[in-house]
């Protein structure tokens, strides 16, 4: 069944500065898909979500979500109207509790509106998270602050979730469990978008991605197609 | 130890030379007094803002303590003449007593960066101001406010002409200071602290070394030309020298001619040492003016006046020609 | 002068120690939140000072019921300076918000100065002028105001960040502004609230400081550096922190008043905050 895709990117550069960081991008988000991001470090695909998200803002170029042209909006704005990221690092304020984390999350009226059955979501979704509800962040091990730092997303109540570089730094055990946990929300209806330098792991759980170099699309497809791809192979796998 | 070398082209050398000998002739040519005034404040407010760009705009080290110098330098100097220093003694004195103060202070305040810096700076004359009025190093108990000195010795009758000539030398003197401060190693390596002064550590540079002896500089300079100020009044009280009152003329000076330019601060002083005779009238509502330019420039030309000259071709020209 | 009873100026230090606890609030919560160390904080209280005297003098309110006029207006006043001066300020250059609160800070205090002439005014109600007996001691009921109103507002400031969603984004922009700007926070709009809201402790703080001390136009930098002392003592971000500075540096000032006089009791303020920068600005209870 052919649906409008949730996320429409069309054609944008952005810069940082003087300096051009994304070159005439295009990629699309459909509904209800886990989408991936895959490159190298410097390859913008943080600029890339950054620019989603509304901190940054295209030069030129078109962003649909939902239909409705978002380039030009703040990021409050944004967030607002369902789109939410977990930055790369986590970045949980360290001197909050879980809970207060997590009910920071849900900052936007029309999260705040939601929040009470949202939270009851993340603790179900992660009950690891509910048990520690009363730390402070900042004590928390990484795998765990992942967990937290998803769960502070959904409280904004999102229809996209963006996830950066989700597995940093931590165990492929966790890793597992987190996306394990991703497929689920996937199931309850929230669309995500992930960045990711681990190839081979993201291949396996995404259904769709699209390979960033130098702030362009070099290469896209669905999972099954990328992992059959000769040029993948050679350059990720080294085979 | 840090290479000086010297980098002025005898045309330029010249350019700063004859304004200077042209306006040392002024007293002889029966000009109005005013003048003359007008003359010796812009060459005092000169050396003071060259000194403070030095700090903060070429350091990043936005000193509010500028008073703490030229009090102490100016104190030391009419203090030594009631021990019976002679005031040109005490003019040198005065100058290094500021020096020796900014070196203790330097310990202090160079941990501090950025806010704290200039926070701490901004305590210290007014700790010095009320020392000075508890104080009295020499001479009896003052009746009446204030606690001040008058100039005695030789000082007292020296003549005016001489006074405002050592103010011109000093006021040419912070020019050719600054250009050789600036194009020297000193010079290089503070750009470098001021641009990230990690980096900048990393490389070598003994970034506590370069801040103290600018400090000192700055410190000296600022002294000597307040010490120059005091001989011509013939008089220092705490209140007239501790005062943020200076502090604001010289962020202003600096600040409307174009902070962190070498040029900025010639007309920043002519600037405002004009304001400062128009304004006088008006007593309190010039230096709220004052503070309300001070902000609007900052705001609206960061760069002051050399920033809106520097838009226009021929001054580019002009000044890449005097480039070393 | 006498040595005999440490008492006095042991309770009046504490007690002293509310008011300066909440002269410092702004300061730090401008601080925590915009990395802007306010130099015009100072002469922002003096002009809250200059407000309630206003406030008593030509409208005749009482100074506390006068609150109502002085709040909005310095919460305003707070609103403005961030969003044409300090925003701007920040984008232009490192030394830009310095020389711009060093200027709006002659700015107030000229202004101050040409309005009410530089003579000492203080704000006399009929309860300021009153005492309080403790154990056979003498104290002015102005440091027990002091102290209240120091504990009461800060109380109230804690829950505000904690409980409302507002704080709780205040908190949050001042920990992380990236992450605060990804849960949907207009920290654009947060930085005006924070000016306000320390605007609002400015006006409280003027007030009372008015009715405890005798003040002039450049009353603004005794109190600049007693707020930036006390928020250095305590350690930047701790609330709990700040009041103890606030009541190491009260008593500081008691205890020279009682054994080196009344006139050293400033300068040896003045001493200890400049050590304090000196060999240990991460303060006494910081991070």
């Not at chain 2, 108990?141 to 008058?150: D, F, R, V």
């Not at chain 3, 440490?6 to 730090?28: E, N």
Request: hydrophobic share 50%; net charge positive; glycine share 10%.
């Amino acid at each position: 069944m052919e649906t409008e895709p949730i996320l429409k990117i069309e054609n944008i550069e952005v810069f940082h500065g003087t300096f051009q960081a994304i070159w005439g991008l295009s990629m699309e988000v459909r509904r209800d898909e886990a989408c991936a991001l895959i490159g190298a470090n410097t390859a913008g695909k943080s600029t890339l979500l950054d620019t989603i998200n509304g901190v940054l803002h295209p030069a030129t170029g078109s962003i649909k979500f939902l239909g409705q042209e978002i380039s030009k909006l703040d990021a409050f704005e944004i967030v607002d109207l369902g789109i939410t990221q977990v930055p790369e690092g986590r970045r949980l304020f360290p001197e909050m509790t879980v809970l207060e984390n997590l009910i920071m999350g849900s900052y936007t009226p029309n999260a705040r509106k939601h929040c009470k059955e949202n939270l009851e979501r993340v603790f179900e979704l992660f009950p690891k998270v509910k048990d520690r509800q009363k730390q402070l962040a900042k004590t928390m091990s990484g795998g765990e602050q992942q967990m937290v730092a998803i769960g502070r997303g959904l409280m904004a109540h999102p229809q996209l979730i963006m996830i950066d570089e989700l597995s940093l730094g931590l165990a492929p055990i966790i890793v597992d469990e987190i996306f394990r946990t991703i497929h689920q929300i996937k199931a309850q209806g929230v669309t995500v978008l992930f960045v990711e330098q681990n190839v081979a792991k993201t291949l396996m759980e995404a259904d769709r991605a699209y390979i960033i170099e130098t702030g362009k699309v070099s290469l896209s497809g669905t999972a099954a197609e990328l992992r059959n791809n000769e040029n993948v192979h050679k350059a990720y796998f080294g085979v | 130890m840090m290479g000086i070398k010297m980098h002025i082209k005898p045309t330029v050398l010249l350019a700063y030379i004859l304004p200077t000998v042209l306006l040392a002739f002024l007293p002889m040519a029966g000009v109005p007094r005013s003048w003359i005034i007008y003359t010796f404040l812009f060459a005092i407010y000169l050396a003071m803002s060259n000194m403070w760009n030095l700090l903060a705009g070429y350091s990043g080290l936005v000193s509010l303590c500028q008073p703490a110098f030229l009090g102490i330098a100016g104190y030391g100097m009419v203090i030594g003449t009631w021990i019976g220093i002679p005031w040109w003694i005490g003019l040198l004195g005065g100058a290094a007593l500021a020096a020796i103060f900014a070196l203790l202070l330097s310990n202090a305040v160079f941990r501090l960066t950025g806010v704290y810096f200039s926070i701490g700076t901004l305590v210290v004359p007014e700790a010095l101001r009320m020392v000075f009025y508890i104080w009295r190093p020499v001479g009896g108990a003052m009746q009446g406010a204030g606690a001040g000195y008058m100039l005695r010795g030789s000082g007292a009758t020296l003549l005016p002409s001489y006074v405002y000539w050592m103010a011109l030398i000093l006021g040419l003197a912070s020019m050719v200071i600054m250009r050789i401060v600036l194009r020297s190693n000193l010079g290089l390596g503070l750009a470098a602290v001021r641009d990230n002064e990690r980096s900048a550590a990393s490389c070598g540079v003994n970034v506590f070394r370069l801040k103290v002896y600018t400090f000192m500089i700055s410190g000296a300079v600022t002294g000597l030309a307040g010490a120059i100020y005091f001989l011509n009044m013939g008089y220092i009280e705490p209140s007239a020298s501790f005062s943020v009152k200076w502090t604001m003329a010289i962020l202003l000076a600096t600040v409307i001619g174009g902070i962190r330019t070498e040029e900025g601060p010639i007309f920043g002083c002519i600037v405002t040492v004009a304001l400062y005779f128009l304004l006088a009238r008006y007593g309190g509502y010039s230096f709220l003016i004052q503070g309300v330019i001070l902000i609007a420039i900052m705001l609206l030309s960061p760069q002051g006046i050399v920033g809106l000259l520097r838009k226009m071709k021929w001054y580019c020209k002009l000044t890449a020609y005097s480039e070393g | 002068m006498g040595h005999g009873d440490l008492f006095t100026p042991i309770l009046m230090g504490v007690m002293l120690g509310g008011l300066y606890a909440l002269t410092a609030l702004g300061l730090s919560m401008v601080f925590g939140v915009m990395r802007v160390i306010n130099l015009a904080h100072g002469d922002l209280v003096v002009l809250a000072s200059y407000g309630s005297y206003a406030v008593l003098t030509i409208l005749g309110l009482d100074p506390v019921l006068g609150l109502v006029i002085t709040i909005p207006v310095m919460f305003v006043i707070g609103v403005l300076i961030q969003k044409y001066l300090m925003s701007k300020a920040v984008t232009i250059g490192a030394e830009a918000p310095l020389i711009i609160a060093f200027g709006l800070s002659l700015v107030i205090q000229n202004a101050n100065q040409i309005m009410w002439t530089p003579l000492s005014r203080g704000i006399n109600t009929g309860y300021s002028q009153a005492s309080f007996y403790l154990f056979h001691r003498q104290f002015p009921m102005t440091y027990l105001m002091d102290f209240v109103v120091g504990i009461v507002v800060m109380l109230v400031l804690r829950e505000f960040l904690r409980r409302t969603y507002m704080g709780r984004a205040i908190s949050a922009t001042a920990m992380d502004p990236r992450a605060s700007r990804l849960m949907g926070v207009n920290t654009k709009r947060i930085y005006y609230y924070a000016f306000g809201i320390a605007m609002i402790s400015a006006a409280i703080a003027g007030t009372f400081l008015g009715m405890t001390f005798p003040f002039t136009p450049t009353s603004g930098t005794t109190f600049l550096t007693i707020a930036f002392g006390t928020v250095i003592i305590g350690g930047l971000g701790s609330l709990a922190g700040t009041f103890m500075g606030g009541i190491i540096l009260g008593l500081v000032q008691t205890l020279s008043a009682y054994f080196l006089g009344a006139n050293a009791q400033m300068l040896v303020l003045y001493v200890v905050i400049i050590a304090i920068l000196a060999f240990r600005p991460q303060g006494l209870f910081g991070r």
